[in-house]
């Protein structure tokens, strides 16, 4: 079997340098998904649909599914990245992360 690994990430972005376009409305392509994983702090994650909110932290990755519509919000000072995969990922994406 072989290990899916994401395709692409993003830089890792802080709450000064984290793009309007994250901030706002937007969504993933259609057979993309993509991890929000924060590095430092907190980050909420807001889905538009289904709508729900979620607090994101270290130990707490976030989810994004092909073309579902969302948008983020920092909680403070935060450093953070997305993952992108090109099939769901797998439940290893989401633990906590080795120190």
């Given at each position: ?27 993933t ?6 991890v ?36 983020v ?27």
């Amino acid at each position: 079997m072989t290990e899916v690994l994401p395709y692409r990430s993003t830089p890792v972005f802080d709450q000064d340098t984290l793009p309007a376009a994250l901030r706002t409305r937007h969504n993933t392509k259609a057979g993309v998904w993509g991890v929000v994983r924060v590095l430092e702090g907190e980050l909420k994650l807001t889905y538009l649909a289904p709508p729900s909110e979620h607090l994101l932290t270290p130990a707490t990755p976030g989810l994004i599914e092909p073309q579902q519509p969302h948008f983020v919000t920092p909680m403070g000072k935060v450093a953070m990245r997305v993952d992108f995969y090109d099939q769901p990922p797998p439940p290893s994406a989401f633990s906590a992360p080795q120190s």
